[in-house]
Every structure is written in structure tokens, then in C-alpha cells.
């Protein structure tokens, strides 16, 4: 397997440094695809309570997202 990852490494050396981004994207990818549903649905379902945690302590409703989403709609 390491020679797998030293030869995706040198792939990386040679590659565009634009591209990158695109890289890590696929991995990412490939990485949440192999979740099972009840997985993601947890990490989803934890990442919706620290950003509802978030938004409490800064005091934004549900009203200011609502109103938020509203304004980005009517500028498209």
C-alpha cells in the first residue's frame, strides 16, 4: 500500500498546482462515499447542532436566516 501512496505523491509533485484543489476534492469524495447512511446522517445531524449552537450564542434566528436566504434569492 505505500508504494500506492508514494507513487499518488509523485503523481501530486507534477501536477499543476491549480489542480490540486481538484485532488483533494476527489479524495474527499472517495472518502464520503465509503460512509454508510446512518454515518453521514450522524456527522450531518452533529454538524446541524454545533451550527445551531453557533448561531444561538450569536444570537441569529431563525427569522435572520430565513430573511438572509430571501435577500441572496432576489439578487439572482
Do not use: N
Not at 501530486?12 to 454508510?36: H, N, W, Y
Amino acid at each position: 500500500m505505500l508504494k500506492q501512496q508514494e507513487l499518488v505523491i509523485r503523481e501530486l509533485d507534477t501536477l499543476p498546482t491549480e489542480k490540486i484543489g481538484e485532488v483533494l476534492d476527489f479524495i474527499r469524495f472517495l472518502k464520503i462515499r465509503a460512509k454508510s447512511d446512518a454515518e453521514l446522517e450522524r456527522e450531518f445531524q452533529s454538524a446541524l447542532a454545533q451550527a445551531r449552537a453557533i448561531a444561538a450564542e450569536r444570537g441569529i434566528t431563525e427569522a435572520d436566516i430565513a430573511e438572509e436566504i430571501r435577500q441572496v434569492r432576489a439578487q439572482k
